[in-house]
């Protein structure tokens, strides 16, 4: 378990299906997180997507976000490349009551710390919609940089959207966020 300030990254439990399964299902939260089309799934389609992740550990880093005790939300390092040392990130905070305040991107940095300090890779890259300002903002605050644009790249609710690639380098992590590699104590 990672621990920060404001969330801490922790394993799937099996109790946690059910509330992942619920926010993996809100359309709304699905078109700004997703390039792919929302199709509707079940609980235990959603179960055993995970599930398959966690047997895959050298391609996938799973965690749930957890504040104050409630799961909040999910994120993850996929795409490990143990040659270049590179991986991507992904978050969702599934929780809408919980956008804005600052949880999402203390997430990313923890995530960030588990990449550089813990995983030692040399640089974590994003997709995102480019019309995504919350997230963009969020990440920024975190020190991604844009890095690409592939303009009306993805057709999403109604209209085709830029597709913009951000990365963060491990000399700018440190840079970015002094003291950051402390932020999260990874006990527990
Ligand atoms: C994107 C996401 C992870 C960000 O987490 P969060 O906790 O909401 O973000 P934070 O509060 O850390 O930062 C959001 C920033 O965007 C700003 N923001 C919100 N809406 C904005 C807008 N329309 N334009 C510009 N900035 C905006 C906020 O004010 C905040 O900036 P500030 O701290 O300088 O005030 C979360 O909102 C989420 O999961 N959203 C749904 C799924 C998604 O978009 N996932 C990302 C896929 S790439």
Redesign the pocket.
Known sequence: MLKGDKVVLRAVESGDFPRLHEMSSDVG?HL???DEPFIPHSLEQREAEIKDWLKKPEQVVFFVIEADGRLI?DCALHHLDSTSRTCAL?????DRA???????????RILLDYAFRLRNFHKVW????GD????????T?CGFVEEGRMRQQVWIDGAYRDWVYMGILREQWSAAAPGGESSADGGG
């Open positions: 939260v700004l997180a997703d939300g992904g978050i969702m905070i599934g919980y956008w804005d305040k600052g949880y999402g991107s203390a997430a990313v994003l997709t995102v919609r995504n300002e919350r997230a963009v903002r969020a990440y605050k």
